[in-house]
Nanobody, 128 residues
């Protein structure tokens, strides 16, 4: 099992930036990919961005392309989500997750059930 702890959320004005962090511990060697998801009140949990742990290949939801950037620091077992040009519609609880689905495509890895471990979430609120 992998334990995940997110941090870095907060309140920011539209157009501002935030960087989320996700620290992983436990059986991190079994992780193939890490993903960031978000869930707004009354809505489903949606994929935001993902990165493969070894190769560092990335994938983004269309809604955040060009504004968000995912990265990882293998030495620190930490994944980051840099969020720029934030919009009020980015307001949500952001979760990081770890997947053991080796070799899966991002079409597969953009789905919630493909992830085995989840963090507790961090609130991001963007004011207009």
């Amino acid at each position: 099992q992998v334990q995940l702890v997110e941090s870095g959320g907060g309140l920011v004005q539209a157009g501002g930036s935030l960087r989320l962090s996700c620290a992983a511990s436990g059986r991190t060697f079994s992780t193939y990919a890490m993903g960031w998801f978000r869930q707004a009140p009354g809505k489903e949990r949606d994929f935001v961005a993902g990165i493969t742990w070894s190769a560092g290949t990335t994938y983004y939801a269309d809604s955040v392309k060009g504004r968000f950037a995912i990265s990882r620091d293998s030495a620190k077992n930490t994944v980051y989500l840099q969020m720029n040009s934030l919009k009020p519609e980015d307001t949500a609880v952001y979760y990081c997750a770890a997947s053991k689905r080796y070799g899966s495509s991002w079409y597969v890895l953009s789905r919630v059930p493909e992830y085995d471990s989840w963090g507790q979430g961090t609130q991001v609120t963007v004011s207009s």
